[in-house]
């Protein structure tokens, strides 16, 4: 055997089989940005089994840009403490804490891997799996055959708990509201993102961090545009908290 | 003041004082890759000035998505300890060691912010910086502006030595060989990367990493695709060894 | 240190400097056409802090191609001494004016620099800020980013008073529509534009530009089309006296 | 378990299994049209491991259209009988055959799978794996990938011989020519393909059907475009007749 | 005459034999996917005139891709009998069969063209005919027309029955929703694809097929996607099944 | 003066006379199809003053391709003289008629400026001119200016009556319909055109042939989709006379 | 049989027909620009069979624009009893003659197929049909199946001799540069068009309409193109005495 | 007449005149970016007939963006003169000089069209007119004909010289090397752009500024790519001199 044989063979082997051992997890993961990563590590770091699926070739979301592609971001104090937690350096500004949005990122996915959630990328999220009035996982398909614009079909992952943080788009919400029934908002419907306020985002953000349908957790960006709360703008803080709490609600039920 | 008018000044002073600070390093890297994130680390950890520039949103090159979007690599014996200067975790498979695309990507990344290199994404290298025969730095632009087709006039950045990093596209040096003169490489052009041979290019790629033109270096794949060398398959030694030669030879001159 | 290196440094913050001192401004503007650009000189003549946000490389909008690229605009009488103030040369025509359209577009933005307006460009208003019922400032991203498709979080500008200038898109009061409430016309909705009837639609354009959410006023075509009134054809005197009207209405109550 | 992870696993399962078992093959294809499926055939008739690699997400290549969409191929007596030994039906006429193009596609894909052959579609042949001289197989990527514009690394696939089956684009040759070395040609290299004449073009494309370069053989229109042999229009006798040449070079040696 | 025009002669004027010949038919078919050619089938070996136009290139639909583009699917043990009849490998798993997704469409081809329906390639239907309250033939152009953006008419072909067997996009029974009139489902509109649930989906896909308009039946994902049932992964029994039943019950009235 | 700028000076200036010397007419006609050139032979004939704006670089709409891009057209008895009128040769077929669509489009024109009627291309209709309750003539603009995304403001020609002869567009009544006010439809809304149904809507065209709101008549396919009738298929009998009906009765007018 | 069928029969049997009456010509005819369509006239004129393919949906080719869509051309002296011949109404101006562009394609088109000339369109010439050193027609495709980017073989016309008339792009000459030998040129080659001289150019095109390659005759602009010569402007007197000359020179030797 | 009638009337004819009046000129320009202007300026400041032709709906070039869309340049000392005669405010800066990017192009624009050069925009210079050796005016057509990729042709303007001054694209050169003949360049071609050396640059562009070809001579960024120069960076001194100085050199000519 050539040695580009035993490397394809190593790579396909490890990479199957840590898709198949994902087949059947406690938690599903839909968007790689900030939230979703600090839900998988503080999910994974109590031993459950967290797989997480982002749409992009990388993952990191929103951050990478800072904002306006000038790459800092700001955290407010109550949220300092998990930049620490996952390593991240800061550096103290009027009460605020600056970071670097590159090395955040990377940090993050560093973090989640490390707690032990398995992250897979170039995947996307098309519908869910539904039983009666449960969500109960997630149909995939690599997002290059969506590009593509190819007919192929999807497979699943099952999970007793799924999580949406796709952000602003809420691919996940959107399926749910088209195709399942109605979400626990006050009309029933996904109330859209309201114009930017950065103060009340922050605050609601993490209220609005909870279960969306029987199944289905929101999180992130995703709970402010579900829920109908303002934008938050270029500050962290809310999202990080947003993507611990919901790690929590799902772990106080698991 | 608004809160996010605060944020937002946060962001932008940040930011611009470390792009101003960075506008005259001891060296700068084109690409964002391993091999260039490798080169970082060791070159910042030296307490040189360096700065890497990535035309994409994200860095970390075409280490995400493994082999075939498998998200898995292989990576040999000499390269292990490299591995584990990174905290990047793997598993002994035959004599080769494989690990996890996604985190080993994410891991490079915070190995060299954490060594003190400033990271930048979205900018690419359009054309470098000349004085009579040596290379004086990178002339740089937006990545938005090239995608937008906009003509918009570039900005500089000055260094001691540079690297070129950007792998098969080979961005610096087309424009060295097109622009400025001869290459040192047996024709004085660009030789062309040759068919897959994943054991003599993992030894070439070392080889190769050297001095291309006064002032620029060049590592990882780019280095055996301006010297006429094999591609090396989804195998990430000799990348990983490359990255760190290129920082050693700098490091010896500055 | 080289000379390019000088130049950068100037540049970059030279720019930066203009655009924190703008972080805060009496009035933000969005849209860099005839209107937006006449009200810019008007306020900015009184010392009010004025900045300017266009979308394009280049300001002027719908001017430069006069009507189906005839460069040529028609100006009405009671408009005439706009002209005169910003030194347009004309030609009287049966109680009409008319100009080169590209001589007008070029000393509209001449008029509003020497005032003492800044103007941006490659920038798009993609929200607003909001605060309980006031509109306090623009979202704002690189327009290249839009374009690039790329998902990178935006900042801010703070503004006592905001003008919606962008023409037939109303860019602006569509995001207020979407995402904030009731606009202050007949049906609380946009009315949309009307079809062409120069006559009347150059009287009521005027009449118009007004306050269309607090915090919120809208000037030129956007006023017309905004309030449900008819289109105006290649006739720009309305569209001039509208720019004149907002800045004045603004400065009653700065 | 739910059934869709049932169903899941099944599928990935078979799947990864017979990938695994192609990864190292006698006889490796590009292309999958109809010179490519008839080698394929006789070759796994052989008991020969053969494994074929289509870009596309359908197999069959030009002849699904027939000519110019009108769905009728035309073979001429010699290729009669393996009309016949895939179960085409065909209709006598002025001593040619003509045949339902939909059908003979489907036929020559059956025929190959169920002589044993193993048919990839959606995956592209990118490059080769080289020893000294010899051609050891084939580098591949999912063809998605490639339309997405992603940066993901290939895999391999090791074989005792290729063959290059992609007709007009030549996508193998014109890799060896530019990556590897000469061809087996009057100039060494590709000599490209001539204006129509069928009846020459349909008895070279037989004499043409051989190795091109160590380890790689060449059939089908790929074999006249590479020794510079006019093209054949809508007749596929030829086509078919230099597939099975190739299965039986191949064979001599194995 | 040249060669080349005798094989020109030969394929128009069989080609537009056999079409002609389908103008008038007893069974016309939308849609060349797996459900498609199976009632083009099981119509035509009962000696009824069955014409099927698929809008692609190739025919087969969804199923080439198997699941993600594993090349497999998974039938259940009801539709084996079916697999068997077009002379489809399988293997038997837990119950279920797996299948080669290629060799599936290849003999799902060969079956229907052996039996004697007419399958045209590139062919869309982009309205129906109708008398009345009856649908009467489908409106069919190039496919290549559409993809060109070109003006061009359309031509018609005349059925006793017609059958939707477009899958997801529902390319009949939208037309008919819009321009003619009430569907034969709960709201006489479109109920739309439900999530997944694989088990419930593939007993209702059978349920589903029936006649959806007068002279219009509907089967395959079609089936459920018009009656609002989920939808069914990548298990192709119950599309297998519902090709059977349609053509069962169209018989029934022939 | 060089040849050329004689030549230059010809163009421009008999170009511009023809345009100037339209600006002010009888009858102005969107879309320069089958019925709208034909409505502009009749009137121009009786010595009204029409012009005829037509998007595209060639005049003659969708019957250049007859059906599916067989250059054929069918055309009923009736309809035979207005076929003579033109010049078209036609043959007789079981009671129809059959002629080369390619002449008949030449020819169609031809007789429409032989008759004096202005034709014009590239040149779209954009909006209408309005008072109270009339339609006073059309907004135009380049084609070129709208397919390369320029902003640039169109002029205006203003007619006693106009003609919307665009086809399935329906691109003036759209406008209508959303910028003016009710359509004397039953709904006071497009109604839509239906399925086709030769027979039924070769009588319909005729009937629906009228004005529509004020000032604008509808012709051609444009008046069965406007008042709900079924569509044509490839026959232009009605076409043709529904062009000569509307002629007439703003002749009556006139 | 329903109208529709009736209709749909007649068209497709009609086109076939004359599409299979043209398979073998005395004169096949690349481009329907003016030069074309006016050797198709002279030729046709004296009982020859000629047929002209033209790629686009319209002909007429680069006339209906006019000189920068001013919708005028311009015709010297000499060429006048050519509009004559063809019906065209025209206008002295300095001894030069000026007419409507848009009637004279229709009139163009209009002369070719009344002398029964045999014209069609949507479909392209991409490569020709050789014997030993003579061409002996053309290798035509829908011009669709090229846009639409499918790959499906194309068909044939035989023809004592062919003439390119497809203007700048030089279609059949670039191929037969290409694919089949030396042109009858200084260089062998094509040589290129060269800038503006319209007075030379005039003069020249009329004597570069000749045979370029054995069976192939080049005119219009294309004639100039391919011998080096001045391009002309919007002056058609050569171009249109260009058509006249192949026509006599074939006419010659048929 | 209606007022819109009137108002269409008066930009045609304005338009047309001023148009008419260009097409014989002393200098044609071609390119409306800084050195474009300044030239155009200072020829007709001293009573030549000027005319400059811009393929952009806006003029201004590459000095709308500033640096990287830092919107700011910086001019040399020696350039100041220029800045103040166009009234351009700048700011002290070590030895240097800044300004607002967005108020120098307007300045430029209006103090060329204040000095009486007619400006026209949406218009690109697509060849050259030639006369044995001479350059004698432009080939011209709507650049939203080339974008829209409609086939029409041109029209011209006569000059007594011309100028290049498209910058980087070099769009007149590239023709003339093309088309015409041997440039005034050490190798008879275009040299090409070298890398950055700010320095240099600016002092060799005025140097380069010079007829490149009989009758048409070269300024601005255009010069340097011509004479294989460096490029210059955001720096726009050298542009500016260059820009005075060709017109200098045309007016001891002329």
């Not at 035993?6 to 839909?30: M, N, P, Q, Y």
């Not at 609005?208 to 992130?220: A, F, I, R």
Request: with cysteine.
């Amino acid at each position: 055997m050539l040695d580009e044989t035993k490397i394809t063979k190593a790579i396909i082997e490890e990479s199957t089989a840590r898709f198949l051992d994902s087949l059947h997890v406690d938690v599903a993961i839909a968007g790689g940005g900030p939230s979703g990563l600090i839900a998988a590590k503080y999910l994974a770091e109590q031993n459950k089994k967290v797989a997480l699926f982002e749409r992009k070739l990388s993952l990191g979301g929103g951050m990478w840009g800072g904002g306006m592609m000038y790459p800092t971001i700001v955290v407010q104090e109550e949220a300092k403490p998990i930049l620490n937690e996952f390593g991240i350096k800061s550096k103290e500004r009027e009460g605020q804490y600056t970071a670097d949005s590159i090395e955040a990122v990377a940090k993050l996915i560093a973090g989640a891997t490390d707690a032990g959630a398995k992250l897979f990328n170039c995947i996307s999220v098309e519908d869910v799996m539904i039983r009666e009035n449960k969500i109960n996982g997630f149909v995939l398909n690599w997002s290059t055959v969506d590009i593509a614009g190819l007919h192929v079909d999807p497979l699943t992952i099952e999970a007793k708990y799924c999580i949406e943080a796709t952000g602003h788009p809420l691919e996940v919400c959107k399926v749910v509201q088209r195709k399942v029934g109605k979400l626990n908002t006050p009309t029933g419907k996904i109330e859209g993102e309201k114009s930017m306020w950065a103060g009340k985002a922050e605050r609601l953000v993490v209220e609005n961090t909870k279960e969306v349908y029987p199944g289905l957790y929101v999180t992130g960006m995703a709970a402010n545009a579900v829920f109908g709360a303002p934008r938050m703008g270029p500050i962290f803080g809310g999202m990080l908290l947003s993507g611990k709490k919901v790690a929590e609600d799902i772990l106080a039920r698991l």
